[in-house]
Nanobody, 124 residues
Framework: QVQLVESGGGLVQAGGSLRLSCAAS????????MAWFRQPPGKKREFVAA????????YLADSVKGRFTISRDNAKNTVFLQMNSLKPEDTAVYYC?????????????????WGRGTQVTVSS
């Protein structure tokens, strides 16, 4: 079992930045591919970014490329999502997820463990 707890969400103006953190406990998170998903109001959950076990490979959704960066600190069992140049359309609940497999997956059903989410609101 892995427990995931997100933090760092909040209210920010368009063009601003936020850094989300996901702290993992239980089984060591270095055994998992980690990802961020988000669910905008009234919409389905969507993939944002994923990072492999070592942190050497990442994949980001086209909508956030060039603005968001995913990273991890395996010594601290923590994954980060640095979000720059935020837009109102980035407003969503952001979820951290862990996948015991090796491949970077972009579908939510591939992930075994989920956090409860953190709200990000970007005002125009």
């Amino acid at each position: 079992q892995v427990q995931l707890v997100e933090s760092g969400g909040g209210l920010v103006q368009a063009g601003g930045s936020l850094r989300l953190s996901c702290a993992a406990s239980g089984r060591t998170s270095r055994r998992f591919v980690m990802a961020w998903f988000r669910q905008p109001p009234g919409k389905k959950r969507e993939f944002v970014a994923a990072i492999n076990r070592s942190g050497g490979s990442t994949y980001l959704a086209d909508s956030v490329k060039g603005r968001f960066t995913i990273s991890r600190d395996n010594a601290k069992n923590t994954v980060f999502l640095q979000m720059n140049s935020l837009k109102p359309e980035d407003t969503a609940v952001y979820y951290c997820a862990a996948d015991a497999n090796i491949r970077l997956e972009i579908t939510a059903r591939a992930y075994d463990y989920w956090g409860r989410g953190t709200q990000v609101t970007v005002s125009s």
